[in-house]
């Protein structure tokens, strides 16, 4: 699919978001909803599944969550680095590469902003392509471990019908057998390098992100419902320096009532329309 290809006549509350936009330098932040074309599934859109995530607390205080978390992790991965940059992703490439966009912030944690080729991206949540053992802080590319992984566990190997989460993780009912890695250099137990439930987004990366938006002169905000507190609060600093806000999204945000202007649609296709109108 090409980013033309997806483009329409642009709808009235597209034609607004240009126009508050236009001549502007503007900051995104992504969700979830921006890789759903990309075969990652939403947290929260619609048919969504009821999740309840692992958090930190369970995962670094019971070899058993390890066990667990790492064997749907390993599956998900598999799937999720399979997964390529759609035309959305590609559009806010272009747009950064025209001078439009100053940077992109994500939620996300798949690394699809940086394969589609944008340059500044600050992953606020980290990135599923990176480990980071706890102890010494020793960092191993995912690759690295997996191959680990698929060495100690053959058994994984044969999973099928797998759900894939948005954080890259899957569902596993039995993991008794699963040998869990750990750091070669000192011992420690391995993380991949995302936040967990329970964690706080790191500060040079909330700063990173704040400071992103302080230089930009609109915030587009696309495929987030903004439940998680660091999209309000980086909501929160544009509407404090009155920046116009645009949103989309299909589904109710709540930022909704904050924004500029709403567009209730698809990311790929509406942001292919920006590109076409804005670079």
Known sequence: MTTQSLATAASPEVAAAVEVLR????????????????????????????????????????????????????LGWKRFDSAEPNAGHRALADLEAAGVL??????????????????????????????????????YARGSIADRLAADNPWLEAGENITLSPDGDVQIDDADAMVVPDCSVCGGILKPDVV??????????????????????AL??????LVVNSGI??????????????IINRGVTKGDPRATVKIEAGTSETLVELLERLA
């Open 23 to 74: 001549g502007r330098t503007v900051a995104v932040l992504t969700g979830a909803g921006v890789s759903t074309d990309s075969g990652i599934p939403d947290y929260r859109g619609e048919g969504a599944p009821v999740r309840t995530p692992m958090t930190f607390q369970q995962f670094l205080g019971d070899p058993d969550y390890r066990k667990r978390y790492w064997a749907g992790s390993h």
């Open 220 to 225: 587009v905000i696309a495929g987030s419902s």
């Open 102 to 139: 100053d940077g992109v912030i994500t939620q996300n944690v798949d690394g699809l902003h940086l394969r589609a080729g944008s340059r500044h991206v600050v992953d606020l949540h980290g990135t599923m392509d990176r480990v980071r053992c706890l102890t010494c802080g020793q960092f």
């Open 196 to 217: 967990f439930f329970g964690e706080f987004v790191p500060r040079e990366k909330f700063d990173e992100a704040r400071a992103l938006v302080h230089r930009a002169g």
């Open 233 to 246: 609060r980086l909501l929160d600093q544009a509407t404090r320096r009155k920046l116009p806000v645009v």
